[in-house]
């Protein structure tokens, strides 16, 4: 069982950056793919970004691809997203999911665990 927490959303203007955080309960969080996705109101909950239980692979979306980074650091079960040169639509919650596999990808069906969220909103 893994419990996921994020945390680090808040009100930026658009250029700025944020960095969100997903900590993780769990002595083998290191054996989870994770992923982080969004929601904006009214809409799908889609794919941001994901990286390899060990951190060598990751795959983007091409809206934030080039803008957002994701990374891990197993010693503190958690997965970092920082996301620079935000715009308006990338205001949504994001959400960090743990999957039982080495590499995760887009598909929400893919992923086991899910945290609650934080919201992102970005002024223009």
């Known amino acids: 069982q893994v419990q996921l927490v994020e945390s680090g959303g808040r009100l930026v203007q658009a250029g700025g950056s944020l960095r969100l955080s997903c900590a993780a309960s769990?002595?083998?969080?290191?054996?989870?793919?994770t992923g982080w996705f969004r929601q904006a109101p009214g809409k799908e909950r889609d794919f941001v970004a994901a990286?390899?239980?060990?951190?060598?692979?990751?795959s983007y979306a091409d809206a934030v691809k080039g803008r957002f980074t994701i990374s891990r650091d197993n010693a503190k079960n958690t997965v970092y997203l920082q996301m620079n040169g935000l715009k308006s639509e990338d205001t949504a919650v994001y959400y960090c999911?743990?999957?039982?596999?080495?590499?995760?990808?887009?598909?929400?069906?893919?992923?086991?665990?899910w945290g609650q969220g934080t919201q992102v909103t970005v002024s223009s």
């Open positions: 990286i390899s239980w060990t951190g060598s692979s990751t």
């Open positions: 769990g002595r083998t969080f290191s054996r989870y793919a």
């Open positions: 999911a743990a999957a039982r596999t080495k590499y995760s990808g887009g598909s929400l069906r893919e992923y086991d665990y």
